[in-house]
């Protein structure tokens, strides 16, 4: 499964990596700090999934899953952050899932 990583902070965008890279059976994409690269690149050479923080400059992680899915509807969105008061936001927007952080590899 192709997927895609966009999140603000180096350090929880490689920690992430690392992580999905034990899972097996994924092939990380790409890794994105800036949301407008990421929808670019998706535009382009969609992912089966990605993997969103919320808090992000420029656009936040909702409305950068709105529009990966106006583009691309059947790309799964996991969403990762340190918030949870946007996972009713995230739901109504079909998320697959909703990772609090610091994620556990468990939890992934």
């Known amino acids: 499964m192709n997927v ?3 999140d ?3 350090l929880a965008l490689r920690r992430m990596a690392r992580m999905l890279a034990r899972v097996g059976g994924l092939n990380i994409q790409g890794q994105y700090r800036e949301p407008r690269m990421a929808l670019d690149k ?3 050479a969609p992912p089966q999934a990605v993997f969103l923080d919320i808090q992000m400059p420029e656009r936040n992680g909702i409305e950068l899953a709105e529009r990966i899915l106006q583009e691309h509807p059947d790309t799964a969105i996991i969403f990762v952050t340190a918030y949870d008061e946007y996972a009713i936001k995230a739901f109504e927007l079909n998320a697959l899932d909703y990772l ?9």
């Open 4 to 6: 895609i990583i966009v």
């Open 8 to 10: 603000d902070e180096p």
């Open 42 to 44: 998706i535009v382009q």
């Open 100 to 108: 609090l952080k610091p994620i556990q590899y468990d939890r992934l």
